[in-house]
């Protein structure tokens, strides 16, 4: 079972470069060429969330290669539907078993949300 979830994880086929050059234009106001100065049309990598680019923009006069992160289409809006999910449900576990507070869950899946996107 283990073997056969893993390969969800790792064997997923790419989304377009159409669908990342959607998102890269939206997120970056239509000058996604003004942030990066290298941008590979190739994933490096495709998960079952989103796939993984190479770019490379300057900082501080430098060239720095980073890693930039595309969900693939139509999971932004599930993964946001997911989060509030988890969020009503450690606030009403919180409510219901006071003795959780302490684990403080609500701060938990606003780490977690902020690191998945």
């Known amino acids: 079972v283990c073997d056969r979830l893993s390969k969800l994880q790792r064997e997923v086929t790419p989304h377009s470069w159409e669908h990342t050059f959607d998102i ?36 501080d006069g430098k060239q720095v290669d980073v890693a930039v992160k595309v969900l693939h289409p139509g999971l932004e809006d599930q993964f946001s539907l997911d989060l509030a999910l988890m969020k009503t449900a450690a606030g ?10 302490w684990l403080n869950l609500d701060s938990a899946v606003t780490e977690f949300g902020l690191l998945m996107t």
């Open 92 to 101: 009403f576990l919180t409510w219901c078993l006071p003795s959780l507070t």
């Open 24 to 59: 890269l234009q939206r997120t970056y106001s239509g000058r996604y060429h003004d942030v990066f100065v290298k941008f590979d049309q190739n994933p490096v990598g495709s998960g079952c969330c989103a796939q993984v680019y190479k770019a490379a923009l300057i900082q």
